[in-house]
């Protein structure tokens, strides 16, 4: 696998400029810790918003894809493709029983974008919390290696642009720590930080079904570097004021109501076996809330079956054919329950 010669850092610059210049109409703090570095507070102290989050997974995703909100039909998703300011929205086309708002994310360099930003693949300890962070910065540690080494990416920058879930905003031993290890002065680091309990916070987790999509087929040995485009989607869940509430809704929006599209230079078979590996429901876990998972794995993520972190629904078109494989389905009636919307 190989990337073409960009900065994921550089290239994501200008959507944390847009935040900071916007701050207030994205409902963000923006503060200067005395060691230099910027930190944009998305939902810890701030109110945050929804557009926040999607300006987030933009960042997150080294500026090589977008972000949307729309509306998913449970019984059936019918939807038109339009253009608004130059961004790609996904419009329902007919009316139903009942819609829910959904996170629409799509990219066209889906390996670099989702492997080499936005994975949660550094784990970095803020105040005595482990937290992992994503974003581009990554891509100057190279965490985890095994991945960029699989990416074949080099990345330059004198910027560095770290997200991180947290309920703290960082201090000067973390934000110190992390400029020295992406080489770069701490006034050129900046971090943004939202809490999951945040509608910033959960419009960025819920964000991540291509990556966690990408990532289940490259551990199982595909070459996702034949992905040319990913579109995916997940449904948004209400936010909730047990923060493990908000993570159990999280995960199975992810788990159990999100679907994602591939385009890849895959023959049939290739894509065919790729969409049949790629769901959640391939994993022996799956059917359960995400907190009962959690639970039974002694409230350990490492403990929990991988293959469970993946798409609802997969979708692979062999570019090779043009013909496209399918598995999986969304479980409605999970996430009903989950969400606590009662019918």
């Known amino acids: 696998m190989s990337a073409r010669a960009v900065s994921l850092n550089k290239l994501a610059f200008p959507i ?31 109110p945050g918003s929804l557009g926040a989050g999607l300006r987030m997974i933009e960042a997150c995703l080294g500026g090589l894809g977008q972000a949307s909100l729309t509306w998913l039909e449970l019984g059936g998703l019918e939807v038109a ?7 790609q929205v996904l419009i329902p086309t007919r009316m139903g029983s009942l ?19 936005q994975m949660a693949g550094w784990k970095l300890e803020l105040k005595g919390k482990v937290v992992l962070g994503s974003g581009p910065a990554r891509a100057l540690v190279r965490k985890p290696k095994k991945v960029f080494r699989a990416l074949g990416h080099e990345e330059e920058s004198d910027i560095a642009i770290l997200a991180i879930e947290a309920d703290e905003i960082p201090d000067d031993d973390f934000l110190t720590k992390v400029a020295s290890s992406c ?3 701490p006034g050129g680091l900046y ?4 809490p999951l309990r945040s509608p910033a916070g959960m419009v960025q987790v819920v964000g991540r079904a291509v990556e966690a999509c ?9 070459n996702v570097g034949a992905i040319r485009v990913a579109m995916g989607f997940s449904i948004l869940p209400p936010l909730h004021p047990d923060p493990d509430e908000c993570m159990g809704r999280s995960n199975d929006a992810l ?52 293959a469970i972190f993946a798409p609802a629904q997969v ?8 013909r496209t494989y399918v598995a999986g389905e969304l479980n409605e009636g999970l996430v009903l329950r989950a969400f606590s919307i009662a019918r």
């Open 183 to 185: 080489g770069v002065e």
């Open 16 to 46: 944390v400029e847009e935040l900071m210049e916007n701050a207030e109409r994205y409902g963000v703090a923006i503060l200067e810790a005395r060691c230099g570095a910027h930190i944009l507070d998305l939902g810890v102290k701030a």
């Open 315 to 322: 979708l692979i078109t062999s570019l090779e054919s043009g």
């Open 214 to 222: 990408i990532l289940k087929l490259m551990n199982l040995g595909l």
């Open 81 to 87: 493709a339009a253009s608004r300011s130059g961004r």
């Open 255 to 306: 788990l159990y109501g999100s679907v994602v599209h591939l385009w890849a230079d895959f023959s049939d078979e290739e894509a065919r076996e790729a969409a049949k590996k790629g769901p959640s429901s391939t994993s022996p876990a799956y059917g359960k809330p995400f907190l009962t998972i959690y639970e039974e794995a002694g409230r350990d993520f490492y403990s929990i079956d991988p």
């Open 99 to 117: 819609r829910l708002p959904a996170i629409s994310v799509w990219t066209h360099e889906p390996a670099l974008a989702t492997l080499g930003a």
């Open 191 to 194: 971090v943004l930080v939202a």
